[in-house]
């Protein structure tokens, strides 16, 4: 299955032979020709390559009774080290990986929702890092790259923040700000890119070639692949579901227009229905979102019936505008991540399915599914050191990633 829409075949067949041994795990050269659809010259040669770059290694070498050994190869983990890094409005969450994206370490620092900063950010990721790091026990010279995942628009190609409404940020120049304070190769795209590129390669996206992966937390976002391809639009800006209309002249929303989907789907838009259902609910007065979404959860589990109704409001809602992203689409597969529906999945799942048929058109019905993204770990950082693979690769001269335009060395 095509994953990029790559125009260097050869490149293209690597990453193949990559995803291969991602979801295979230690592989002989036939398994993979078999996996990949390739002929198996051409997986001795692509094996060949990236053997010559260390990036793969030799795992073990099996004797059968009869006929010559063979080799399974895997992914050198110890090649180099990847820091993944996932801000938000409310956290930033720093994992180191192997080159294999195996976990190595993590650490989240908490950011104070209401401080928009731009040192005060900065401070948070390099403090992020390099507690992860030490978790880890991972030297910097070790380090091949870091993908930061920005919340709101980001160009990709030059490393800018264009428009984070949460922060009224415009133009911030996060690449060049971070690279003062890291000294490493950097990378930085927005989070819709990065957990559908992480759907792509650890998720659903193994087994289908079209889906969305729809994040929710402060705000709301669809990560978007069609046919293999990710989808990024003519600015890096697709995927901005959560400011599609749910009601015309609806509840304000933080881009400056009423009714979008976030101001319903987003923590602030349970909120905001929950103090509509019952003004008085002592869910409402906690200090934090995160610490909201957890009340909620305690309440559900002890069958609060005013937080039933306000999950059922809150499946409509999202079923409605799941509806409107599978009409537009067609994609047979939704994702949910994110911490807020990780929190409340028990309940917001089946509120959802019981709905969506409602609002889902019957060509698009068949054979639909709507699950909580099975990626491991926290997504967003998985798909910004996927990211990071890819433009390392691309140094290496192994690969052009389409998924992300090549980099100059940071
Ligand atoms: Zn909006």
Same mark, same amino acid.
């Given at each position: ?20 041994l991602?979801?295979l795990g230690p592989s002989s050269r036939q398994e993979l020709a078999r ?5 198996q010259a051409?997986v001795t040669t692509?094996a060949g390559?990236f053997l010559?770059?260390?990036?793969l290694r030799i795992a073990a070498v099996e004797r059968k009774r009869v006929g010559r050994p063979y080799e399974r190869l895997t992914?050198n ?41 731009? @040192?005060? *950010?900065?401070? +948070?990721?390099? %403090?992020?890092? !390099?507690? =992860? #790091? ?77 889906? @969305?992966? *729809?994040?929710? +937390?402060?705000? %709301?976002?669809? !990560?978007? =692949? #069609? ?184």
């Amino acid at each position: 299955m095509a994953r990029h829409s790559a125009r260097d075949v050869r490149s293209e067949n690597r990453f193949e032979v990559l995803h291969a041994l991602f979801d295979l795990g230690p592989s002989s050269r036939q398994e993979l020709a078999r996996h990949t659809g390739l002929s198996q010259a051409t997986v001795t040669t692509l094996a060949g390559e990236f053997l010559a770059e260390d990036v793969l290694r030799i795992a073990a070498v099996e004797r059968k009774r009869v006929g010559r050994p063979y080799e399974r190869l895997t992914i050198n983990p110890d090649r180099g080290r990847i820091i993944g890094v996932d801000v938000a409005e409310t956290y930033v969450d720093a994992t180191v990986y192997d080159l294999a994206l195996g976990v190595l370490g993590r650490h989240e620092v908490a950011l104070d929702e209401d401080q928009n900063d731009q @040192a005060y *950010v900065v401070d +948070g990721i390099a %403090a992020a890092i !390099g507690t =992860a #790091l030490a978790a880890s026990g991972t030297g910097r010279e070790r380090i091949v790259g870091v993908g930061v995942s920005m919340p709101g628009h980001v160009q990709h190609d030059c490393g800018v923040s264009v428009f984070a409404p949460n922060w009224n940020w415009h133009d911030v120049r996060i690449e060049e700000l971070l690279a003062g304070r890291l000294e490493l190769p950097l990378y930085v795209d927005n989070p819709l890119k990065a957990a559908i590129l992480a759907e792509m390669w650890f998720g659903a996206g193994r087994v289908v070639d079209s889906m @969305a992966v *729809v994040n929710i +937390g402060t705000g %709301a976002g669809a !990560g978007i =692949a #069609l046919e293999g391809t990710l989808v990024r639009g003519a600015t890096n800006n697709a995927g901005e579901w959560g400011h599609t209309l749910l009601a015309l002249d609806g509840r304000p929303c933080r881009c400056g227009r009423q009714g979008c989907v976030e101001a319903y789907v987003g923590a602030p838009g349970l909120e905001t229905t929950l103090a509509e259902i019952d003004p008085s609910h002592p869910a409402l007065g906690q200090p934090g979102q995160r610490d909201f979404v957890a009340t909620l959860a305690v309440g559900l589990a002890a069958g609060d019936p005013v937080l039933r109704e306000l999950l059922r409001r809150t499946g409509r809602h999202l079923a409605a505008a799941l509806g409107d992203l599978v009409n537009l689409l067609n994609v047979p597969t939704v994702t949910l991540t994110g911490w807020l529906p990780k929190a409340l999945a028990e309940w917001l799942l089946p509120a959802v399915r019981e709905e969506l048929p409602h609002h889902v058109l019957p060509g698009s019905l068949p054979g639909l599914t709507v699950d909580i993204s099975e990626v491991p770990g926290n997504a967003v950082s998985l798909g910004m050191a996927a990211f990071t693979l890819e433009q390392f690769l691309n140094r290496l001269g192994l690969a052009s990633p389409a998924g992300t335009r090549p980099q100059p060395v940071g």
